[in-house]
């Protein structure tokens, strides 16, 4: 942590700086303010960021997270969607933050859309919170696209947290807990109480934390996320006719997954993600 220290936002600064820029939160872009210093102490702590890392933030809004981390990171980019917001993010940090603001850099995107060299620093870790209704797809795409990230803590909606983190035979693992679980170890790391946004959402939210790992198959990333996805398109079913679509037969399907020792009778949700990429691996190998 640098000596320097950073004013946080209260719910006071956050009303202000929302009416100054004649800001509504909008559903469209889940916009929910964190307006509690403690919540993003927290985050930031949660999150272990040092003065090594190059953290990467999306969707900083008003700034209550981004002023917590810019003492504790080397550096902080934050990708931000909304024009208005990114354009007042540096004043922010420079308003209450004077001595750190330097450390800031703000690119106006879309964070679906940014690529590695985009980036002035490659980032190290992903400190957020995401809107709801993007944060599977911006967390699978970042860490695909910026191999750099090493580790990163992110507040989401506590279902979707709750699917990132499942493991094998829960009720609530499929797509997002494989996927994300290609690319690193992921886990629940605590909930976080409505009162600390503004607007107070409707649902309750999450910390979910991750740590990069080696994928666990040679296999391409795309031929097991194509396993994965034939598999889950249709829950109820066994392996061997869920997969029959993407192996062309189900007798083709029950004779990959019987060589990946895997019950052509049993569900995708039993399956691990290096039980995928086995799969993905055979049926390269026969092309």
């Known amino acids: 942590m640098d000596d320097q220290q950073a004013a946080l936002l209260g719910p006071a600064d956050v009303r202000r700086l929302a009416e100054e820029l004649d800001i509504r939160p909008t559903k469209k872009l889940g916009q929910n303010f964190v307006h509690d210093p403690n919540t993003v102490r927290r985050i930031v702590s949660s999150a272990s960021v040092t003065a090594d890392d190059v953290v990467l933030e999306i969707g900083p809004g008003l700034g209550s997270l981004t002023l917590a981390l810019l003492p504790a990171a080397g550096a902080v980019t934050a990708v931000e969607i909304d024009p208005v917001l990114a354009a007042r993010l540096p004043r922010t940090a420079a308003e209450f933050a004077p001595g750190l603001a330097d450390r800031l850099t703000v690119i106006e995107a879309d964070a679906l859309r940014v690529r590695a060299e985009d980036f002035p620093a490659p980032p190290t870790a992903l400190v957020a919170n995401l809107p709801y209704n993007v944060a599977v797809p911006v967390v699978l795409h970042l860490l695909a696209e910026l191999p750099s990230l090493e580790h990163g803590l992110v507040m989401v909606q506590a279902e979707v947290a709750d699917r990132m983190s499942a493991q094998p035979g829960s009720r609530v693992y499929g797509v997002p807990s494989v996927k994300a679980a290609w690319y690193a170890d992921v886990r629940r790391a605590g909930p976080v109480p409505r009162k600390v946004f503004w607007p107070v959402p409707n649902v309750d939210s999450g910390l979910v934390s991750f740590r990069r790992v080696e994928p666990p198959s040679s296999a391409r990333r795309e031929d097991v996320f194509r396993v994965v996805d034939a598999a889950f398109a249709q829950r109820r079913k066994a392996l061997?006719?869920?997969?029959?679509?993407?192996?062309?037969?189900?007798?083709?399907?029950?004779?990959?997954?019987?060589?990946?020792?895997?019950?052509?009778?049993?569900?995708?949700?039993?399956?691990?993600?290096?039980?995928?990429?086995?799969?993905?691996?055979?049926?390269?190998e026969d092309r």
């Open 240 to 284: 061997r006719g869920a997969l029959s679509g993407w192996a062309g037969s189900a007798a083709r399907a029950e004779e990959l997954l019987r060589a990946a020792g895997v019950d052509p009778m049993t569900r995708g949700e039993q399956l691990r993600v290096a039980d995928f990429a086995r799969i993905a691996e055979l049926a390269a």
